[in-house]
Structure formats: C-alpha cells, structure tokens
C-alpha cells in the first residue's frame, strides 16, 4: 500500500468536469505551503510546458471500472479496456496531462489547457523534457482521434 500527500491543489479553472474545450482553461496550481517555498518551482519558468499529475477525487468507488467500456459511452467507439482509454473512472484515480506554463509566481503555476477542475489534489508536476517525449511515431485507432477533435 502506497500513501501520498498531494503536493497542491488547482485553484480556478473548471467547476465541473466537463468531457470538451480544455484548452481555454487557465487554472493555476498552489503548492502547500506547510511543506515548500517557492525554491521547489525554481527554474520551472524555463520550461514551456508541464505534465500535471492529479488525482480524480470526486470519482466514487461504485464509478470505478476495472474491465471494458465504450469511451464516453459511444456504442459506435469499440469496447475497450480501461487502460486502453485515459478517462476518469480509473482503478488508481489517477490523471495526467500536458500544460503549457503561463507563468510561475511565488508557490503557484498558471497553466493552459489542464484539464483537471477546481479543488483537484495534484500529486506531482515534472517539466516537459524532449528527451522524454514518444520516439517514432505515435500509433493509435481512429476513435481515439474523434474523442481528442475537440478536447483543447
């Protein structure tokens, strides 16, 4: 068993989870200032984007899929494995997503495009490195290209 102590919050963006247009969301992310200064964001300002991981806090336990779904419950998208597809509903709650980093203040980021909602607990951020990005091509099936036509 693992326990982890979320290292902040978004404050600002979304309300409400909502599955289209993330990119015009503008939330930030307050570290907890009982355990950092702003030294632990020193130098992310350099980076043009952030991942973000977070945890689906308001997904309850009788919500969470272990087996195969239809994404967004489209009966004309394939029936997939959890895995296989990036919602919510997760065995582990556990999000992450691509931001770009607006600015860096004090103990908080302003981000674009994270789609995690107002009060989300974020476990970790790590900066967008291009040595750690996909090498080759990316493959994947035509549904998962219609469920991202207007996700940002």
């Known amino acids: 068993m693992f326990e982890m102590e979320p290292v902040g919050h978004v404050r600002g963006g979304r309300a409400a989870a909502v599955d289209d247009d993330w990119g015009k969301s503008r939330p930030r992310i307050d570290l907890d200032a009982a355990r950092f200064t702003p030294e632990a964001l020193a130098g992310l300002d350099t980076f043009s984007h952030a991942e973000i991981i977070f945890v689906f806090d308001k997904v309850t336990d009788d919500e969470i ?20 597809q990036r919602g919510k509903n997760r065995p582990n709650r ?3 997503c691509t931001a770009r980093i607006v600015a860096v203040n004090g103990l908080s980021v302003e981000l674009e495009g994270l789609d995690a909602i107002d009060g989300t607990p974020v476990l970790d951020i790590k900066p967008v490195m291009s040595g750690f990005r996909p090498r080759g091509a990316i493959g994947e099936p035509q549904w998962a290209k219609e469920i991202m036509k207007d996700y940002w």
């Open 65 to 84: 899929v272990t087996g195969a779904r239809h994404p967004r419950g489209n009966t004309d998208w394939p029936k997939i494995g959890i895995f296989a």
């Open 94 to 96: 556990i999000g992450l």
